[in-house]
């Protein structure tokens, strides 16, 4: 990407600051940091505690289970939000918890399942649009704020979470962590380090939902009108 008029545009903003352009920047070190504190000493046990606590408050239904019973548990999932149609991911972590020959299963029996492979997108966006659940893997999880990370590409589409009447979230306990300032620091150094980072980072916090007139909290405005967390232990 070719960036066009960027050293006039700088020169121009420092000139109307009334100083010399800037061309280092020294990270600030603050006395007093707070936000590093808060739950900073729990354990992995006790963030899903805390998680679990935030998802009564953001209407989001919360189960635990291992790696062995994740199918079970997501077939009563399904099952309770009466899902016909379902669109997920192609995401390895697929393989890595059992879960391609689950939903080969589903398909067998009946269930129209839409891999989001990352070739016409359109066609995806639009499936989303129609299906009953949408399934994702959480990336990070804040505990905090009830909320799952989700690093998007071709084959995992923001619409994914977005679009379907019911979400559902499958958190691998490995990616809790006690807030949203931990979850940008694991973001910078991840970038600092080389790593690949997609440009575009959703954070969803349960279903959704506005308060925007006269306070009153509706849910399911514009998106899925539940959200179910499934936390996975090794």
Known sequence: MTIKNRESF?????????????TKVTRP?????????VHKDLSQDELIDVLKKQCEVIHTQFKRTTTDQLSH?????????????IVIPKDKRNDQYGLTSFFNKL?????????WDGLNGKEHVEFAEQADIGITFSD????????????HNK?????????PQSYIAIIPSSTLVPRFTQAAQLIRERRKN???VPSC???????????????????????PVAATYIVVDP
């Open 194 to 196: 080389g790593e690949d």
């Open 201 to 223: 980072v959703s954070f969803v916090s349960g279903p959704s939902n506005s308060a925007d007139i006269e306070m009153n909290l509706i849910v399911g405005v514009h998106g």
């Open 29 to 37: 070190t603050w006395s007093v940091q707070p936000q590093l504190d």
């Open 107 to 115: 398909q067998l029996n009946g269930l129209d399942i839409h891999l």
């Open 73 to 85: 548990v997501l077939k009563e999932t399904i099952q309770a939000y009466q899902g016909k149609s």
């Open 10 to 22: 700088l020169n121009h903003v420092a000139e109307q600051l009334g100083r010399k352009r800037r």
């Open 140 to 151: 990070l999880t804040l505990a905090e704020s009830g909320t799952v990370t989700l690093f």
């Open 155 to 163: 084959a995992n589409g923001r619409t994914l979470s977005l679009l």
